[in-house]
């Protein structure tokens, strides 16, 4: 029952954010001179209180009220206490009087304590916390007006936003990024609204305040879009059949926000194949939204966070990706990393040394991770996997080293 409950707790917080209160407390202290302890007390007050962020105190605003016991005059801290709330608006909760000193005749100093008890609601977003990840915004590729194909004209930005969102879509699912939405900025000014309504609980205010900013933009260009209908013909038949290929190019940047430097910049050429019953613009342009977003975040992630075997059992093999790019039966060539290198004139980080030692193939895939069994070789707890040159050039456009790795500072 114990281990239903903490489950429970913990999906709790993994789907709902959580507002929560921190209670903080601060002791100001404050020292004043008169020419009686009333006077001396009266001014360590107002020192003290001065030091409260917003809060401005003039001498006359503290009368004290002296009680006589005796030959003896003391300040009445209960008079005192309501007049500081009452000047301070709550903004003290207490304070004592430390010590009254005569330090020559008809001068005296006082020092006081001042509490101050602060309560500030915070807001834990659900999941995963997102700043233990870098932050990415896609920003949409620029486009020409349109793009033409059999005579149809594709709107430029409408193949955009396609792009634009398969991309956001599948650097999500990698669960590497914490990605974030740079399109939908009237979905949180409506809810900023909301919260700000005078009727809304004002611990919600907590909310406000979260965005995150972008550490890296991927940006881009669409630059050429179409298809080729090519028509074959078979000598001894004479029968003729044609297919249809989709192609695009596309060049995009890395930008590093904070510094306005390119991290990295490819063009890719991309070509895919139009199945027969794929024949309105609309299905062509999502068909190849999905193949451009596919081809370019399989460059980003196999070469900035490449799968790694994380359980080794003899030839069966662990890996820590899954989901969409990696699939049943591909092969993979197994990695011992080294050493770190870096370059000895610019010190930059160049990525690790790394040892062929042998190969796996994919046998099981499930969202988070991959099952593999060792075909040739060994593996080793560690070890990345790269997928063989052949392949390799179908991602990396003309199989170029890629310094993915060195982009984001690993």
């Not at 003391?74 to 903004?91: A, E, H, P």
């Not at 895919?272 to 794929?278: A, G, L, Q, R, S």
Request: hydrophobic fraction near 35%; avoid cysteine.
């Amino acid at each position: 029952m114990k281990k239903l409950f903490f489950l429970l707790g913990l999906i709790s917080g993994m789907l709902f954010g959580e507002v929560y209160s921190v209670k903080t407390e601060k002791i100001i202290t404050g020292t004043g001179y008169g020419t009686s302890r009333e006077e001396a007390v009266n001014n360590a007050l107002i020192e003290a209180l001065s030091q409260l962020n917003g809060v401005y105190i003039k001498k006359s605003s503290i009368n004290q009220d002296v009680l006589v016991e005796g030959d003896k005059k003391s300040v009445s801290v209960f008079t005192y206490q309501s007049k500081i709330d009452k000047l301070t608006q709550g903004r003290v909760d207490s304070f004592r009087i430390d010590s009254v000193e005569e330090i020559s005749p008809h001068k005296f100093v006082a020092k006081v304590s001042v509490t101050k008890t602060r309560v500030v609601n915070k807001y834990k977003s659900p999941g995963l916390n997102p700043r233990n990840r870098r932050a990415v915004a896609v920003i949409p590729f620029e486009y020409k007006k349109s793009y033409s194909f059999y005579g149809v004209a594709v709107d430029g930005k409408a193949l955009s936003d396609r792009i634009n969102q398969a991309i956001v879509n599948k650097l999500t699912q990698t669960r590497k990024f914490t990605v974030l939405d740079r399109e939908n900025s009237k979905y949180y000014e409506f809810e900023k609204n909301f919260l700000l309504n005078p009727n809304t609980d004002p611990v919600e205010l907590a909310r406000l305040g979260k965005r995150l900013g972008a550490d890296y933009f991927v940006i881009g260009k669409i630059l050429d879009f179409g298809i080729d209908k090519k028509t074959q013909t078979i000598s001894y038949t004479g029968r003729s059949f044609s297919e249809k290929k989709g192609y695009a190019t596309i060049s995009y940047r890395i930008l590093n926000i904070p510094t306005q430097q390119i991290k990295w910049a490819d063009t890719i050429d991309i070509e895919f194949d139009i199945p027969e019953n794929k024949t309105r613009p609309e299905s062509i342009v999502a068909l190849a939204a999905d193949k451009i977003a596919q081809v370019l975040v399989e460059q980003i992630i196999f070469n900035i966070y490449p799968p790694k075997i994380i359980r080794v059992s003899g030839k069966r093999v662990l890996i820590n990706m899954g989901g969409k790019f990696i699939h049943k039966g591909d092969v993979f060539e197994v990695y011992a990393l080294g050493e770190k290198l870096y370059d000895p004139y610019t010190k930059e980080y160049l990525g690790r040394d790394e040892e062929y030692i042998g190969k796996v193939k994919i046998t099981k895939v499930l969202p988070k991770i991959s099952h593999g069994r060792v075909i040739e070789g060994k593996a080793v707890t560690g070890a990345v996997l790269r997928k063989p040159e052949k392949e390799a050039k179908k991602i990396n456009n003309e199989g170029k080293d890629s310094m993915f790795d060195a982009v984001f500072g690993k």
